[in-house]
């Protein structure tokens, strides 16, 4: 099992620049896993953003989110930070953290684990 809480959402207005950031931890386990970002605009289903392995972190992202939406992982690996510019009004929605523990991060459909979510709103 792994805890996520997600932090940094809030409004920002059109072209400018945001991050999030989450924060996982597991009980008695230090191990590596996969992390990454989703998220669930108004009408559309939850999409993929970009994932990383915390041990090994090459992104995996689909090409839909180039671009405009990169991750990064901090100092604690197991810290995931979503850097998102130029934002547009049709990125407004819930931004997901969330894990898997089988180190098969580039299958998205995989993560199991997530966090609550944050808002995000661009105006």
């Known amino acids: 099992h792994v805890q996520l809480v997600e932090s940094g959402g809030g409004l920002v207005q059109a072209g400018g620049s945001l991050n999030l950031s989450c924060v996982a931890s597991r009980r008695r386990s230090s191990e590596s896993f996969c992390m990454a970002w989703f998220r669930q605009v108004p009408g559309n289903d939850r999409e993929p953003i970009a994932g990383?392995?915390?041990?090994?972190?090459?992104?995996y992202q689909p090409d839909s989110m180039k671009g405009r939406f990169t991750i990064s992982q901090g100092s604690n690996k197991f810290v995931l930070s979503l850097h998102m510019n130029d934002l547009k009004p049709e990125d407004s929605g819930i931004y997901y953290c969330a894990a898997e523990l089988m180190g098969i991060c580039d299958v998205f459909s995989r993560y199991k684990y997530w966090g609550q979510g944050t808002q995000v709103t661009v105006s």
């Open positions: 990383l392995y915390t041990g090994n972190p090459f992104t």
